[in-house]
């Protein structure tokens, strides 16, 4: 299979969008901004929810569309005849937000329903479900429970996971489930067809070849591939297997099977249209970084290399144009949103819709005549447009947030600096547009995980504090995901040591690029990140002068003893969590040095720590330790419990009430206040 890349207009996307693409070395020049920022904007407003459910969603013939829209405090779903632009609501609830909409064919749609930001975690678990409708309103129908009506049944609740549509005018989708009980802990699965005008569904996977938490099926709606995850008798070590079939005849067969804390597990992406060519992403062939490949049935190997990134895994999704029979390419991320095309006619789209929205990262969905296109960035947090081809008109439909229409907010950079072992670390880079990239205080905003990363784009906390004058610095440090797995893997059994190390070289890169004011340093982070902002503060404490916390690990083994935690006695704690975080039963003693807990006497500076009270990856313990010792020692503490809420923050009205302390909080320590 030869697919060939865009190279010169995928170019010509990227230079457009809305993240730099070359970055800054670290002893480069000062950036400097010439913008004036609208410091009017209130904290309130980075926080409040998007006003709109989402992009709309074309239906499969490009006639019509589906959106979500508010109507009395609530989402509800409408569709819009694009002939006649005549809206229309088509599904509502007094008590629900209607989520993540689909079209089933050009008359039928499916959705969800959820409380979203309206309520705490405690009391929002009452979504799920899936419930289908007309585009007229008509022929309603439940298909699936939500979690309120199998709790108030005394069942388990099933949630039910839409794969792909059948396509033509069938009414059928094909949907995951683990209705038969089969072994959950790793998301085993079964594969049904489900009727959404009966709610009859069929069992496609009698003949379950394992454990499968992932299924593929062809263009011929066939299940074709299933990807398992089992631990290994005696070693707790967890095995990737990969299994494939001719046809719906056919027996499965195992075409590839890893460990997963290898590094070398294979994510199956699709068929192509003649549903014999199979595309799989993998660290292959002794490769440090994912690609896309051919999968090579004969020799059961990766084949021909479609698709590769020099500082990325490339492990994204594939982009068909159904209507076509197109495979047209590739969507994933590195330090911002890319799309490598194999399709030549969406390739000139996409550099049509960049040169129309520049500045902006453009993503879209093709039917016919008709354009959907999302342009979002740092400094916009999603503008929705509507692209007639045959006109050629480019209309906007929304904002999702209209709070910042005609407000300025802050350019996000991608920078690189070397860590002091040489290591490259990629970082985003916020700095205020109000004033020049000189002495500025600095928050060094770390993300959770630690076995995660930032995304490119808009973010409340950095875009709130750049508006009142201060850089935000979002490092990638080691055990990052996405840059590779050397990168990953160099963070192993490093909470506090090189992973800590990575932080403040970053914010040293700044200092001596004169950028960052050296005493006017804050550090703040949730889950990992508010682990690296307590042990920042006991490791450094002559650089950070105040730490945020929340939801933070304040001692690594609290991971593992805490039985009422999520984390405690799971497959995956118990093989990749003993790797990359420490073995309780070996590690003791690097895990107790490494304890913020245990090095609380080394902290000077004021800190603000918030918890959830159902928080159940990091429970409050982790939190109510921390601050009695930071107390006993007369430490100033501030300390927030937000009733009802789990890992972070859902009700709108506390993610106002924590920006706002937060941003009270820096201004007293490193800010104008604190002056």
Same mark, same amino acid.
């Given at each position: 299979?030869?697919?060939?890349?865009?190279?010169?207009?995928?170019?010509?996307?990227?230079?457009?969008?809305?993240?730099?693409?070359?970055?800054?070395?670290?002893?480069?020049?000062?950036?400097?901004?010439?913008?004036?920022?609208?410091?009017?904007?209130?904290?309130?407003?980075?926080? +409040?929810?998007?006003?709109? $459910? @989402?992009?709309?969603?074309?239906?499969? %013939? /490009?006639? !019509?569309?589906?959106? =979500?829209?508010?109507?009395?405090?609530?989402?509800?779903?409408?569709?819009?005849?694009?002939?006649?632009?005549?809206?229309?609501?088509?599904?509502?609830?007094?008590?629900?937000?209607?989520?993540?909409?689909?079209?089933?064919?050009?008359?039928?749609?499916?959705?969800?329903?959820?409380?979203?930001?309206?309520?705490?975690?405690? +009391?929002?678990?009452?979504? $799920? @479900?899936?419930?289908?409708?007309?585009? %007229? /309103?008509? !022929?309603?129908?439940? =298909?699936?429970?939500?979690?309120?009506?199998?709790?108030?049944?005394?069942?388990?609740?099933?949630?039910?996971?839409?794969?792909?549509?059948?396509?033509?005018?069938?009414?059928?989708?094909?949907?995951?489930?683990?209705?038969?009980?089969?072994?959950?802990?790793?998301?085993?699965?079964?594969?049904?067809?489900?009727?959404?005008?009966?709610?009859?569904?069929?069992?496609?996977?009698?003949?379950?070849?394992?454990?499968?938490?992932?299924?593929?099926?062809?263009?011929?709606?066939?299940?074709?591939?299933?990807?398992?995850?089992?631990?290994?008798?005696?070693?707790?070590?967890?095995?990737?297997?990969?299994?494939?079939?001719?046809?719906?005849?056919?027996?499965?067969?195992?075409?590839?099977?890893?460990?997963?804390?290898?590094?070398?597990?294979?994510?199956?992406?699709?068929?192509?249209?003649?549903?014999?060519?199979?595309?799989?992403?993998?660290?292959?062939?002794?490769?440090?970084?994912?690609?896309?490949?051919?999968?090579?049935?004969?020799?059961?190997?990766?084949?021909?290399?479609?698709?590769?990134?020099?500082?990325?895994?490339?492990?994204?999704?594939?982009?068909?144009?159904?209507?076509?029979?197109?495979?047209?390419?590739?969507?994933?991320?590195?330090?911002?949103?890319?799309?490598?095309?194999?399709?030549?006619?969406?390739?000139?789209?996409?550099?049509?819709?960049?040169?129309?929205?520049?500045?902006?990262?453009?993503?879209?969905?093709?039917?016919?005549?008709?354009?959907?296109?999302?342009?979002?960035?740092?400094?916009?947090?999603?503008?929705?447009?509507?692209?007639?081809?045959?006109?050629?008109?480019?209309?906007?439909?929304?904002?999702?947030?209209?709070?910042?229409?005609?407000?300025?907010?802050?350019?996000?950079?991608?920078?690189?600096?070397?860590?002091?072992?040489?290591?490259?670390?990629?970082?985003?880079?916020?700095?205020?547009?109000?004033?020049?990239?000189?002495?500025?205080?600095?928050?060094?905003?770390?993300?959770?995980?630690?076995?995660?990363?930032?995304?490119?784009?808009?973010?409340?906390?950095?875009?709130?504090?750049?508006?009142?004058?201060?850089?935000?610095?979002?490092?990638?440090?080691?055990?990052?995901?996405?840059?590779?797995?050397?990168?990953?893997?160099?963070?192993?059994?490093?909470?506090?040591?090189?992973?800590?190390?990575?932080?403040?070289?970053?914010?040293?890169?700044?200092?001596?690029?004169?950028?960052?004011?050296?005493?006017?340093?804050?550090?703040?982070?949730?889950?990992?990140?508010?682990?690296?902002?307590?042990?920042?503060?006991?490791?450094?404490?002559?650089?950070?002068?105040?730490?945020?916390?929340?939801?933070?690990?304040?001692?690594?083994?609290?991971?593992?003893?805490?039985?009422?935690?999520?984390?405690?006695?799971?497959?995956?704690?118990?093989?990749?969590?003993?790797?990359?975080?420490?073995?309780?039963?070996?590690?003791?003693?690097?895990?107790?040095?490494?304890?913020?807990?245990?090095?609380?006497?080394?902290?000077?500076?004021?800190?603000?720590?918030?918890?959830?009270?159902?928080?159940?990856?990091?429970?409050?313990?982790?939190?109510?330790?921390?601050?009695?010792?930071?107390?006993?020692?007369?430490?100033?503490?501030?300390?927030?419990?937000?009733?009802?809420?789990?890992?972070?923050?859902?009700?709108?009205?506390?993610?106002?009430?924590?920006?706002?302390?937060?941003?009270?909080?820096?201004?007293?320590?490193?800010?104008?206040?604190?002056?």
């Amino acid at each position: 299979m030869k697919k060939k890349l865009i190279p010169a207009l995928l170019a010509a996307a990227l230079l457009g969008a809305g993240l730099q693409a070359t970055a800054i070395a670290a002893d480069g020049p000062v950036p400097t901004v010439n913008v004036n920022a609208d410091r009017q904007i209130p904290v309130a407003d980075f926080f +409040k929810k998007p006003q709109f $459910g @989402g992009q709309p969603i074309l239906s499969p %013939d /490009g006639k !019509n569309m589906a959106v =979500l829209t508010p109507r009395n405090g609530r989402f509800v779903l409408a569709v819009i005849d694009l002939a006649t632009r005549q809206p229309k609501v088509v599904a509502s609830d007094p008590d629900w937000n209607i989520s993540a909409p689909n079209w089933v064919n050009n008359k039928r749609l499916v959705f969800g329903i959820t409380k979203g930001s309206d309520e705490t975690l405690e +009391k929002n678990d009452g979504g $799920g @479900g899936l419930y289908a409708v007309d585009r %007229d /309103g008509s !022929n309603f129908r439940k =298909l699936s429970a939500s979690i309120q009506e199998a709790r108030n049944s005394n069942v388990p609740f099933k949630p039910v996971t839409v794969l792909k549509r059948a396509g033509g005018d069938s009414n059928d989708l094909f949907v995951v489930d683990n209705a038969r009980g089969r072994d959950a802990a790793l998301g085993a699965s079964d594969v049904f067809r489900l009727d959404t005008t009966t709610g009859r569904r069929t069992l496609l996977t009698f003949d379950n070849p394992g454990k499968v938490n992932g299924w593929l099926l062809d263009h011929a709606n066939v299940v074709r591939v299933g990807s398992s995850m089992e631990v290994e008798a005696g070693t707790k070590r967890i095995i990737q297997t990969v299994y494939y079939r001719d046809d719906e005849k056919s027996p499965w067969k195992a075409i590839y099977s890893a460990y997963i804390d290898e590094g070398k597990d294979m994510d199956p992406l699709g068929f192509d249209f003649d549903n014999k060519t199979l595309l799989v992403a993998g660290r292959f062939n002794g490769r440090d970084k994912a690609a896309v490949y051919v999968w090579d049935f004969a020799s059961n190997k990766p084949g021909e290399m479609i698709a590769e990134h020099p500082q990325a895994d490339i492990n994204g999704t594939l982009l068909f144009d159904e209507p076509r029979r197109k495979l047209i390419g590739v969507a994933f991320q590195s330090m911002v949103d890319e799309l490598y095309y194999f399709d030549e006619d969406y390739a000139k789209m996409q550099a049509t819709l960049d040169a129309s929205l520049p500045g902006q990262q453009v993503s879209f969905s093709w039917r016919g005549d008709h354009v959907v296109a999302v342009a979002h960035s740092a400094t916009n947090p999603g503008q929705i447009y509507f692209f007639d081809t045959a006109k050629k008109v480019l209309e906007p439909v929304f904002s999702m947030r209209p709070q910042f229409d005609n407000r300025k907010l802050a350019p996000q950079t991608v920078i690189n600096y070397a860590a002091r072992d040489g290591l490259n670390i990629p970082a985003y880079l916020t700095l205020p547009v109000d004033r020049p990239a000189k002495g500025l205080p600095l928050v060094a905003y770390i993300h959770g995980g630690p076995h995660a990363r930032d995304l490119p784009g808009y973010e409340p906390l950095a875009q709130m504090l750049a508006s009142r004058g201060y850089a935000v610095l979002q490092p990638q440090f080691r055990m990052s995901t996405g840059f590779g797995w050397k990168h990953h893997t160099a963070g192993w059994k490093q909470w506090g040591m090189a992973m800590q190390d990575d932080i403040t070289d970053g914010v040293a890169a700044l200092v001596k690029q004169g950028i960052v004011d050296p005493k006017r340093v804050c550090i703040m982070g949730a889950s990992y990140g508010g682990y690296a902002t307590m042990y920042g503060l006991a490791k450094d404490p002559d650089l950070y002068k105040c730490g945020v916390n929340f939801v933070g690990v304040t001692d690594i083994n609290l991971l593992f003893s805490v039985s009422w935690s999520d984390t405690s006695n799971s497959p995956i704690m118990d093989d990749l969590g003993v790797r990359m975080h420490g073995d309780p039963k070996t590690d003791q003693a690097y895990m107790k040095a490494r304890s913020a807990l245990e090095n609380v006497s080394k902290i000077k500076a004021p800190v603000l720590m918030a918890y959830g009270s159902e928080d159940v990856r990091v429970p409050l313990i982790h939190g109510e330790r921390m601050r009695d010792l930071l107390l006993k020692q007369g430490n100033s503490v501030e300390w927030m419990v937000m009733t009802g809420e789990g890992h972070g923050w859902t009700k709108e009205s506390n993610n106002i009430k924590w920006g706002e302390a937060v941003m009270n909080f820096i201004d007293r320590n490193i800010g104008s206040a604190a002056k």
